[in-house]
């Protein structure tokens, strides 16, 4: 997610904070939430050859879901899941904890796409959301949930109009929960001299650590009888009689189903992989506030919070308050790869620490802990899709695009519905029946998005007037984000 460098508010007189660059110094490079002592130890890999009713393939919270629900459902069903590295060790393991209500990435998104069943996808997306709470309690997973919600800020005078509106949207589809907050209201729940108004969603946001939901999630599934393969990388998919074979470095798994929970990686379904682009988003953690350095920000309520332009910011409190803040920059490379190397990127972290503390000037004492990033799997419509192969052997869902932490719940039981035939209020759905448009062959694919990033930061700088490239991507339905 990214967005534009915010303008000091109006009147005041614009801060020099301390060196941004010196407060990396020791940043650790790697993911905050895994570098837990408490870090569950990593399963055997597959070796030799399995037979189950289920294969799930992918560790991360699409998977992860998928294997538990499954048992839910049946009890007596036999599912073995395989991931290629350690389960939450991808985009689950080192996300912000945002664990939305939202299927849609929002209700401006929803109600461009699907605006005759968005008050229905707002009715399972919070339905969705209770049934993570209760599932962190049924299984006693320690992973700090908090129901916050979120505020949108506006942090440019054309958005405060764009918060208003979206009020109002929220209004009119009956939806409770979303008060509008001026410069007053919004400074008093979080004080920067950069937010002039705010939208809080008050019920439709959990604050989480998202590798603790992850490991929970891990010790249900196998406390629940599933069989978990770490290290264990699915290479190849194909046909086996009735059912299903998947190869790995060191065997084999023959199942009646398969359901890919792969997100960013490259799909076991080819045709897939057109729909998916790789972006790699970066964060910082701060070291934890003091209670002084607490107190001069407030932040009591400990919402999440994130800013409203295109490069967008996004920040949370953890629960020994330090201060996550990550967001801004969203980066494609060519190709699409998905690389250990390209998990850093300094230019960034040093343009994040920056604008941290422009935003909080009062924090210039502070200093970050951890600085790292990963990749993303983003479509052109910014939410879910979700279909079949092999006959209806094989479901797949991806291009959560950042809302993965809740949405993967939903997700997964699309592909379980998929999976038995069954017709349900989910499979019914327009969004689920349906998919974005693909992204162009490179070189287009790496021209298209550089055009559309350029095109994005401009309209930032230029009181969000979008230029003919963005009127026309909004027309066909295309989009690029993080």
Request: proline residues 5%.
């Amino acid at each position: 997610m990214a967005r534009a460098a915010m303008n000091p508010t109006a009147g005041q007189t614009a801060r020099t904070p301390a060196p941004a660059v010196h407060a990396l110094a020791e940043a650790a490079p790697t993911p905050f939430w895994l570098d837990d002592p408490d870090r569950p130890a990593a399963l055997p890999a597959l070796v030799g050859d399995e037979r189950c009713d289920l294969l799930v393939v992918g560790g991360g919270y699409s998977g992860l879901w998928t294997a538990l629900l499954a048992k839910e459902r049946d009890p007596e069903r036999d599912v073995v899941l395989v991931e290629g590295q350690e389960v939450g060790w991808a985009a689950s393991g080192r996300n912000g904890g945002f664990c939305a209500a939202s299927l849609t990435h929002g209700l401006g998104n929803g109600l461009a796409r699907w605006p005759g069943e968005l008050k229905k996808l707002e009715e399972l997306g919070a339905r969705n959301l209770d049934a993570i709470g209760q599932a962190v309690q049924r299984y006693g997973i320690d992973c700090d949930f908090e129901r916050t919600g979120e505020i949108d800020l506006a942090t440019e005078p054309h958005q405060i109009a764009e918060l208003r509106e979206a009020a109002e949207d929220a209004a009119r589809l009956g939806l409770t929960g979303y008060d509008f907050l001026d410069q007053d209201a919004v400074r008093a729940e979080v004080d920067s001299p950069a937010f002039l108004a705010g939208l809080w969603n008050r019920d439709g946001v959990a604050m989480l650590n998202p590798a603790r939901l992850a490991w929970g999630l891990k010790q249900a599934c196998l406390d629940q009888g599933v069989r978990i393969y770490e290290h264990t990388r699915a290479t190849d998919l194909a046909s086996d009689g009735t059912g299903m074979a998947v190869r790995t470095p060191y065997g084999r798994v023959f199942a009646r189903h398969v359901a890919l929970g792969t997100n960013a990686f490259p799909n076991l379904v080819r045709r897939v992989r057109p729909y998916l682009v790789p972006v790699y988003d970066h964060a910082l953690m701060t070291e934890p506030l003091t209670e002084e350095q607490l107190a001069a920000v407030g932040w009591k309520n400990r919402q999440g919070l994130s800013d409203s332009n295109n490069h967008f910011h996004y920040f949370r409190l953890t629960a020994d308050n330090r201060i996550l803040w990550g967001g801004y920059d969203a980066i494609y490379r060519y190709g699409g790869g998905v690389r250990a190397e390209y998990d850093h990127h300094p230019a960034t972290y040093e343009k994040l620490a920056r604008h941290f503390f422009q935003h909080f000037p009062q924090l210039e004492e502070v200093r970050f802990s951890h600085a790292w990033g990963g990749a993303i799997d983003t479509c052109s419509r910014f939410s879910a899709f979700f279909g079949t192969a092999h006959a209806g052997r094989v479901a797949y869902a991806a291009g959560y695009t950042g809302l993965g932490v809740g949405a993967t719940r939903f997700g997964a039981d699309v592909m379980l519905d998929l999976l038995s035939g069954a017709r349900t209020e989910r499979t019914e759905l327009e969004m689920v029946r349906t998919k974005p448009l693909p992204f162009p062959p490179e070189p287009l694919r790496w021209a298209g998005i550089g055009i559309t990033q350029w095109s994005m930061s401009r309209a930032d700088a230029r009181g969000g007037r979008r230029n003919l490239w963005l009127k026309a991507m909004d027309k066909m339905g295309l989009g690029f984000d993080s």
